[in-house]
């Protein structure tokens, strides 16, 4: 073949580098949570609630940050089995408890009406799955636990739906869409207001200060370009009518 012309191997090279550049920044930072928080398991096909039916098209895709936000099960391929619950809210059962016969709380379901008492963390796909909200320690311990009146638009609707039917012990991972979280754009003064319940600033020690987490909702993703889809892994813990 013809020799190279004067010019193309440093002109190659600088365009490889440049290729190589691209790649790495479009790799998203993977958050260095604990495996409690960040590789939760997939649940199975038998267990948790409703699937999607077998052969039906996925129409809610998942953008790159939440398919890469360091967040188990977040995959389109995943999330197409998750429960479809209405307006682009997903869920899927991460834990489902076991009940000894004739234990009240094997039926007894979270319900409209129903004051409940949830355990949560909640991750912000638009901003690498950083953790936005947080009830229990590193310990698990319940530090913070999250109370509110379901179906009365205490907590943010999205969550407000999900706990719908939910067994207590049992923990869901919900997907929330925008049009089904926080306000947007979003202050201060509406965090812990009806609508926009929980408040990052109630959260337990070890996923950082109040206003560090308060920033990363707001600052970061809310008043931001940022995509504010949102995931968060709930236990419920307590059922009162």
Request: proline share 7%; charged share 25%; hydrophobic share 35%.
């Amino acid at each position: 073949g013809a020799a190279p012309a004067p010019g193309d191997s440093s002109a190659r090279r600088s365009s490889l580098l440049a290729a190589a550049s691209a790649v790495c920044a479009a790799v998203l930072w993977r958050p260095t949570a604990s495996r409690a928080e960040a590789e939760l398991p997939l649940p199975s096909r038998e267990e948790g609630v409703r699937r999607v039916p077998q052969g039906k098209k996925n129409d809610t895709v998942i953008n790159s940050y939440t398919e890469n936000a360091g967040l188990s099960g977040q995959s389109n391929k995943d999330v197409a089995q998750y429960a479809q619950l209405g307006d682009g809210l997903r869920a899927a059962t991460i834990f489902k408890p076991k009940f000894d016969d004739g234990d009240p709380n094997a039926s007894r379901t979270v319900q409209d009406g129903d004051r409940i008492t949830v355990d949560l963390i909640g991750y912000l796909t638009g901003w690498n799955g950083n953790i936005f909200v947080r009830t229990q320690d590193k310990s698990g311990f319940s530090e913070k636990p999250l109370t509110f009146k379901v179906g009365n638009g205490d907590a943010i609707p999205g969550l407000d739906r999900g706990v719908v039917g939910m067994l207590k012990g049992e923990k869901r991972r919900l997907i929330i869409p925008p049009k089904l979280g926080y306000p947007r754009p979003c202050t201060d003064e509406m965090l812990g207001k009806p609508g926009a319940i929980p408040d990052p600033r109630e959260s337990a020690s070890g996923s950082g200060a109040p206003w560090e987490l308060r920033n990363r909702l707001l600052n970061g993703v809310l008043n931001n370009a940022r995509d504010d889809t949102l995931v968060i892994d709930v236990k419920v813990t307590r059922i009162a009518s």
